[in-house]
């Protein structure tokens, strides 16, 4: 069954330093999304992504965070300057447009551990 | 605006006995519904979704949910619980907007299964 990959699927890095999380959507989908989850705490929504362009993000996608789809399978999440507040499990997601097109399929995740 | 709320943090049931989980809704029209599961250290999967389509909604692993409207709810069920049953189950409610989909996610239910 296709699914949608993640790498890394753990990672440390220190305050200050860039990060991209990279994902590999399902083959045929068209949009694309990140959420994360602090330990502890509800999945929140970050951004959704569908024709080369964001289509909508929330408040916690700020200038440090971006997004990109370099080529026609990758689909990457970069942090510019990491926070403590970071931390946490991002989820990457996608869905088609299809008759079963408002169904999400989520990636495995990235813990991302920032010290 | 669309919201979820699951009622329950915690859930402790006996291996064999049922299992309810308990989510409720709040939307401004016909939504899309969604269960997810995360067990430990994995990501979200799928278990069942709701699209108007038959209220009763059977998915993976024996579960099942029934979305009814008039208690705008979606409670989870399953018959008889197994050890593998332990994990995170989070309730989602799908909101068009600007032409794409957004997840919004309950805080999510802990389920633990007692030998």
């Known amino acids: 069954e296709p699914e949608v990959t993640q790498t890394p699927s753990h990672q440390v890095t220190q305050m200050g330093q860039e990060v991209i999380l990279r994902c590999v959507p399902i083959s045929n989908h068209l949009y694309f999304y990140w959420y994360r989850q602090i330990l502890g705490q509800k999945v929140e929504f970050l951004v959704s992504?569908?024709?080369?362009?964001?289509?909508?993000k929330s408040e916690i996608f700020d200038d440090q965070f971006s997004v990109e789809r370099p080529d026609g399978s990758n689909f990457t999440l970069k942090i510019r300057s990491t926070k403590l507040e970071d931390s946490a499990m991002y989820f990457c997601?996608?869905?088609?447009?299809?008759?079963?097109?408002?169904?999400?399929?989520f990636g495995e995740g990235s813990w991302l551990t920032v010290v | 605006a669309q919201s979820v709320t699951q009622l329950d943090s915690h859930v402790s049931v006996s291996e064999g006995t049922p299992v309810l989980l308990r989510c409720n809704y709040s939307s401004s029209y016909s939504p899309s519904l969604f269960w997810y599961v995360q067990h430990p250290n994995k990501g979200l999967q799928l278990l069942l979704k709701?699209?108007?389509?038959?209220?009763l909604v059977k998915g993976i692993n024996g579960f099942e949910a029934e979305f009814k409207k008039s208690e705008t709810s979606f409670h989870l069920t399953k018959p008889s619980a197994h050890m593998s049953d332990a994990a995170e189950y989070f309730c989602v409610v799908s909101r068009r907007t600007s032409g794409t989909y957004k997840y919004i996610f309950g805080t999510g239910t802990r389920l633990k299964v007692l030998a």
């Open positions: 997601a996608s869905r088609d447009r299809g008759p079963s097109g408002n169904t999400i399929y």
């Open positions: 992504f569908y024709n080369n362009e964001i289509s909508e």
């Open positions: 709701y699209t108007s389509a038959a209220t």
